[in-house]
């Protein structure tokens, strides 16, 4: 007898259940888009289960960005659903600001993510009906396996879940220090060096203008082409205007009429090796998902040279970098700007619904819901404001099934009791 107490008191898990029945959706990360379909669907009245891999909500806001980063679009744009941002909040909230706002809004709804929790796989049973989401529990270096079992399976891992690792010839004998910028946070530490920026996206413009602001020399990589656009026009958001201007005009004329309006305010960027893409700013955006650049000062940096644009990379080697042109340039460390990535197709075992590529098939507005339960929030390649479209469609959706079920029961439960009443008057 005692020794089968020592054996549950050694492992306390041995009465916890491996598996549970979720009542309502199971939501997949807590950031933004999680965090606004769970408020959307606590107004529903839908109970839910929200799983994250991190310690904490906005993780990619809260571990993974570097602290001089401000939203890029107006705050209007960025709010989520049900609860605006606070009106002193500048219109260009700080990092800090949104995640406060975050926290606050998780708070307000009462959202309480199950941290700590990464789903490994996630399977649609058909003969049950059910979701069944496998996750991996990490309480500090103890791993334990779980699972839910659900009906409706709301994904928001992101567009950005993970960092895209380039593969170049020699990067492994390099010998400084390499970074994604995912894990930069100021150019505080590069002080005094030579910094090669690969890149050129918004992360690789404001790394490259950080390290100029830390008196750091940053080479920048431009190895295809980018739209650079002024974050404002004549005083007013440049996404603003678009967004206005597409309410009346066909999207190749607003792209034209960018272009325009882009040339007469930062002139022609191509001659300092910034070429631009022959498909328009939104159509890019819209067809590949290449977000344009929305300069905050990094062009002004390039032009006084401050910003060193290079072209392509041909190979690393020992402290040097070889450019296509031949090139050849003595550097310190090297921020790998280059990107981000779904990683939706290593757990979801689903082909119908998302392509391979982590994405809905469906293009926006159509690609929040899928087949038996399936949803996504955050896919639609337009920020924030395309969380927060995404997370009302999806709540109301459920939430009507939810309410009309649940119509459907309180009625059979009246009838069963009144039957029940005139049977015992016998
Ligand atoms: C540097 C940077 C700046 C940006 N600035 C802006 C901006 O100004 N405006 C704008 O509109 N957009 C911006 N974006 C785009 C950004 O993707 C969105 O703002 C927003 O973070 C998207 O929210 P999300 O919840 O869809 O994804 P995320 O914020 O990435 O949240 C997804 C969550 O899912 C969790 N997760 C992932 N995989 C798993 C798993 N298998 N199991 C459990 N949990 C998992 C992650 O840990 C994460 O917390 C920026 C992106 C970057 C990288
Ligand atoms: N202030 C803000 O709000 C802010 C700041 C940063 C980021 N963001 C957002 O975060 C998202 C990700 O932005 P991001 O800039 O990190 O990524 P990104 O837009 O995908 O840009 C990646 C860049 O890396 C380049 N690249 C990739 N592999 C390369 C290689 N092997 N050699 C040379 N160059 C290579 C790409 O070049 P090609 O074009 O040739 O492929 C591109 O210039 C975007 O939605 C962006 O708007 C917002």
């Known amino acids: 007898m005692e020794n089968l107490f020592r054996l549950v008191d050694q492992d306390q898990d041995f009465f916890q259940p491996k598996w549970t029945l979720v009542n309502g959706p199971i939501i997949v990360g807590a950031g933004p888009s999680g965090l606004a379909a769970a408020a959307c669907l606590k ?32 705050k209007q744009f960025c709010q989520l659903p049900k609860l605006p941002f606070p009106e002193d909040y500048p219109d260009y909230p700080t990092k800090r600001q949104f995640i406060e706002y975050l926290e606050s809004y998780a708070k307000h709804f009462d959202i309480n993510p199950k941290f700590n929790e990464c789903v490994q796989s996630a399977r649609y049973d058909e003969t049950s009906g059910f979701w069944r989401v496998k996750t991996v529990v990490s309480s500090g270096s103890n791993k334990t396996e779980f699972e839910y079992v659900c009906r ?36 505080e530490k590069f002080k005094g060096q030579k910094v090669l920026v690969v890149g050129c996206g918004n992360s690789g413009m404001e790394v490259s203008l950080d390290l100029c602001n ?44 960018m272009l325009i309006l882009a040339w007469l305010v930062l002139g022609n960027t191509e001659k300092y090796g910034l070429k631009r893409p022959t498909t328009g700013p939104l159509e890019l955006k819209n067809t590949k998902g290449k977000t344009p650049v929305l300069d905050i000062g990094a062009l002004e940096k390039i032009r006084s040279g401050d910003i060193n644009v290079v072209p392509g990379i041909k190979r690393f080697s020992h402290g040097q970098v070889e450019l296509v042109n031949g090139e050849k340039l003595e550097i310190d460390s090297v921020v790998l700007a280059t990107g981000y990535r779904s990683n939706v197709p290593s757990w979801l075992q689903e082909d119908e619904f998302f392509a391979k590529n982590g994405y809905p098939k469906a293009q926006f507005p159509h690609g929040w819901k899928g087949k038996a339960g399936l949803y ?41 009791h009144r039957r029940c009443i005139s049977l015992s008057q016998f």
């Open 152 to 187: 409706w399976l709301i994904v928001a891992t992101g567009e950005n879940a993970e960092s895209v690792m380039p593969d170049i010839e020699g990067l492994s004998e390099f010998g400084g220090e390499i970074i994604h910028a995912c894990d930069y946070k100021s150019g």
């Open 214 to 257: 830390h008196n750091a020399s940053p080479s920048m990589v431009v190895r295809s082409s980018v739209h650079v656009l002024p974050r404002e026009l004549f005083g007013k958001s440049t996404f603003e205007l678009a967004i206005l201007m597409m309410k009346w005009l066909p999207l190749w004329l607003v792209d034209k009429l």
């Open 376 to 416: 996504a929030a955050g896919f639609t390649r337009r920020g924030l404001s395309g969380s927060s479209s995404d997370a009302m469609r999806i709540a109301l959706d459920i939430g009507t099934v939810w309410k009309e079920e649940n119509k459907q029961l309180k009625k059979r439960t009246i009838a069963r």
């Open 43 to 74: 107004e529903q009245g839908v109970p839910f289960v929200v799983v994250e891999r991190a310690d904490c909500i906005a993780s990619l806001w809260q571990k993974r960005t570097y602290d001089r980063l401000k939203l890029h679009l107006p």
